[in-house]
T-cell receptor, first 111, second 115 residues
Framework: LAKTTQPISMDSYEGQEVNITCSHN???????ITWYQQFPSQGPRFIIQ???TKVTNEVASLFIPADRKSSTLSLPRVSLSDTAVYYC????????????FGGGTRLMVKP | DAGVTQSPTHLIKTRGQQVTLRCSPI?????VSWYQQVLGQGPQFIFQ???????GRGNFPDRFSARQFPNYSSELNVNALLLGDSALYLC??????????????FGPGTRLTVL
């Protein structure tokens, strides 16, 4: 399983765009990149997933360069409710895949 | 649509006791996975079940066991509880489709406190 490295914590202010970068130098050909959001004492919530280039949904965008050795989760115009831990996961997204979580990035959004 | 449900929400046990946690997957999902999350850390994989069979096991002692029922719900059992078993226990479900993406969706978790 490819190991991921992401910042331990980040601070931002309401209304700003937040970009969280994740490094995964040993990503394999069949690996997908998945991001989860977790609030205290709740289960992780799936945010977005991608394989290459750019993926966008109603919550976030995921940018993946051509070499796929890193990825950036972009949260547009964050609010206080976006304060959470964000996990970057890399692995084959097929049946039977166990998710390997790292320490995540603690995002604090300030008023 | 109902998401993954888990029961109970909270549980307090004493050392040496046994505990059973329950999980109901999203309708249509056939696979259930269990994760343990100790305070301040990311979730750690314990088990995955599909069609009532164990498909994966993490690095946990034999005190941890699980099973899946015909309706795809699942139970996690932990025997001889230790203080270190205190954690948030998370259940995740997925379709278990091969040849394509198989995203796992998590329940709210069961907070287990061992005294």
């Amino acid at each position: 399983l490819a190991k991921t490295t992401q910042p331990i914590s980040m601070d931002s202010y309401e209304g700003q765009e937040v970009n969280i970068t994740c490094s995964h130098n040993n990503i394999a050909t069949n690996d997908y990149i998945t991001w989860y959001q977790q609030f205290p004492s709740q289960g992780p919530r799936f945010i977005i997933q991608g394989y290459k280039t750019k993926v966008t949904n109603e919550v976030a965008s995921l940018f993946i360069p051509a070499d796929r050795k890193s990825s950036t989760l972009s949260l547009p115009r964050v609010s206080l409710s976006d304060t959470a831990v964000y996990y970057c996961l890399v692995g084959e997204n097929n049946a039977g895949n166990m998710l390997t979580f790292g320490g995540g990035t603690r995002l604090m959004v300030k008023p | 649509d109902a998401g993954v449900t888990q029961s109970p929400t909270h549980l307090i046990k004493t050392r040496g006791q046994q505990v059973t946690l329950r999980c109901s997957p999203i309708s249509g999902h056939k696979s259930v996975s269990w994760y343990q999350q100790v305070l301040g850390q990311g979730p750690q994989f314990i088990f995955q079940y599909y069609e009532k069979e164990e498909r994966g096991r993490g690095n946990f002692p034999d005190r941890f066991s699980a099973r899946q029922f015909p309706n795809y719900s699942s139970e996690l059992n932990v025997n001889a509880l230790l203080l270190g078993d205190s954690a948030l226990y998370l259940c995740a479900s997925s379709f278990y489709t091969s040849g394509g993406t198989d995203t796992q969706y998590f329940g709210p978790g069961t907070r287990l406190t061992v005294l």
